[in-house]
């Protein structure tokens, strides 16, 4: 039974080439865009979908991926959202340290409150993507600008060590004003 309005029971029967010149890459001997994002579990999604998933890891780096929210599904790519809970013990330790480390460097009094988002990318161990939110301890109780949405880039090794590569105020991108909280408990990985 297809309900017309799961995506992804339409794009599950999108088979290689369809409506596309592939010419070019079967000849290199790869479909470029094809395996570099699926639904978990291998399902083909269509060019469209794979288009809009690129789109949202090249404006905002990595930090702000909703398609699996729009889809109701799990993704399988390169950078892959992370929902639950089963992550925000680890991405609360590294926000922990990124705080620490931008407060060092920029001479600031910052303390994390909540993780945001979460999303993740293997490579050399597991690089996760974290949006969070920290409040100046500085700053007046009641003043609006007292906390901040932070991103930070920490990577857990092969070996288990925690590392931060940065931390910084996060940067706008079209997802910036989405209403919908992007970690929902809408499944977990």
Known sequence: MTDKHCPI??????????GV???VEKEKGYYSDDYIVTYAGGR??????????????????GF????DLEL????GGPVVP???DFYKPLCTELSHMAIHKFNKENALNYEF????NMTAQLGGGVWYYITFNAKDADAAKDSADAIKTFQALGCQGVSGDLEVSFCRFKKSSSHAGDTK???SDVGTQ
């Open 9 to 18: 029971e339409e794009e599950s029967s999108v088979k290689e080439g369809e």
């Open 21 to 23: 010149d592939d010419s």
């Open 44 to 61: 083909k999604m269509s060019r469209k979908h794979r288009k809009e998933y690129m789109r949202q890891i090249n404006e905002s780096e």
């Open 64 to 67: 702000d991926i909703t398609l």
């Open 72 to 75: 109701n599904a799990q993704l």
């Open 82 to 84: 992370l929902r639950g």
């Open 113 to 116: 409150v909540e993780i945001v």
């Open 181 to 183: 909280s992007p970690n």
